[in-house]
């Protein structure tokens, strides 16, 4: 009845109106109910071929004043959905109010299509679905390589979150423009990856230098977002190490942020924006396969040194490991707390080590990606936070 509602409102009137209206959805709803429970599939298929050369008569009487097939299409779905109810009552009725808001909302989705997205745009949307969805999953999930570091899977997954992140900063300036939608996008991308963020906020400010203010005040702010991350990941997994890691974190984090704001009041403070206007790629792939590969060789290092040195550095491995994410040198050093084979005293210093070159890595990403001129302005930002971390543990 609600598909049939929405259908009802643009059936027009007279000769020349729409063949189905509420009447008419709400009947073929209740016909594939009733032909599943009389004979189950056999007699639904039959009752669902009927209905679809119903709906060829009526699309041949009416295609002259509206050639489009959405009524019709509809009509034959409604009828399977009648019988998909009588197995499946939720996924019916999901499917159900899919489909009425899919067919309400059909100015608003005509308009976005034409007026909105760019041809662009929808490469690109097509292109990181082809990759989430047909080269991720099949992308060998095992490790293989010198010391088996190398996981296609992983590395895969790592080249769809940076073009997930580049994706997601285009559509902050699209939606909110360049002042605000950068460094709400990089915070936000500084969950998944800080380090990735900061390699594609180069990327973008390298492409377009009018962005350079909003791309530092989003990375800036994704190492933010990395302190936060690491304080819940420590408490999840021993609370202990964070009580006497907090007060660094904490300063960290607000030397990271007063530092972003500052760039952001500085965009702000220039007045133009990007917001509305064609900003070009929503990400590079090449960009994201380099980086990719940048991690790889760090992967392959750590494993090799794990395999010469063994167990007994674990602040070498801190160190290492960190360099590609500092979220998991949290993890591993916290897990050994846990386990009682490490002290808190010791597990806070690899943890340092781990966030040191962690930064470091950043800084490398930063110069790569953005050049000179986006480094020299990410490098103090990054070198603040880590000194106020040191700082505070030292003091």
């Not at 005040?217 to 907090?246: E, R």
């Not at 760090?298 to 494993?303: E, F, I, P, Y």
């Not at 707390?337 to 930064?359: D, F, M, Q």
């Amino acid at each position: 009845m609600l598909v049939g509602a929405e259908r009802e409102r643009r059936k027009g009137s007279g000769a020349a109106r729409g063949a189905a209206g509420v009447r008419t959805f709400s009947v073929a709803a209740l016909l594939g109910a009733v032909g599943m429970l009389l004979g189950g599939l056999p007699i639904l298929a039959v009752v669902a071929f009927i209905v679809g050369l119903l709906a060829v008569v009526a699309y041949q009487r009416s295609r002259e004043e509206d050639p489009g097939m959405t009524t019709e299409i509809s009509l034959l779905l409604t009828c399977l959905l009648g019988g998909l109810a009588m197995r499946e009552v939720a996924l019916a009725a999901g499917i159900g109010a899919a489909l009425a808001l899919l067919l309400a909302a059909r100015n608003r989705i005509h308009y976005f299509v034409r007026g909105v997205l760019t041809e662009r745009e929808l490469h690109d949307a097509a292109l990181f679905a082809a990759a989430a969805l047909i080269v991720l999953p099949l992308s060998p999930d095992r490790f293989m390589g010198p010391f088996d570091a190398i996981n296609p899977h992983a590395i895969t997954r790592l080249v769809v979150l940076v073009m997930a992140i580049g994706g997601m900063g285009h559509i902050a300036i699209r939606s909110l423009g360049e002042r605000y939608g950068l460094p709400l996008a990089g915070f936000t991308a500084g969950f998944v990856s800080s380090t990735a963020t900061i390699y594609l906020m180069g990327a973008r400010a390298k492409e377009n230098p009018a962005q350079m203010h909003g791309a530092v005040a989003g990375a800036t702010l994704s190492s933010v977002a990395t302190i936060i991350q690491m304080a819940v990941v420590i408490t999840l997994i021993q609370p202990s190490l964070l009580h006497v890691f907090v007060i660094p974190l904490a300063c960290g984090g607000i030397v990271a942020f007063a530092y972003s704001v500052f760039f952001t009041l500085k965009k702000l403070s220039n007045g133009d924006d990007l917001k509305g206007k064609d900003l070009g790629r929503a990400f590079d792939l090449k960009s994201a396969i380099i980086f990719a590969a940048l991690v790889s060789v760090v992967l392959l290092l750590s494993a090799g040194l794990t395999t010469w040195f063994g167990l007994r550095g674990t602040l070498l491995a801190a160190t290492v490991s960190g360099l590609v994410d500092a979220h998991a040198t949290a993890a591993s050093v916290a897990s050994l707390v846990a386990a009682n084979k490490l002290l808190v005293e010791e597990a806070l210093w690899a943890i340092l080590a781990g966030l040191t070159t962690n930064t470091l890595m950043k800084a490398i990403v930063a110069f790569k990606s953005g050049g000179t001129y986006y480094a020299a302005r990410i490098l103090p930002g990054l070198v603040l936070t880590i000194g106020a971390i040191w700082l505070a543990t030292l003091i």
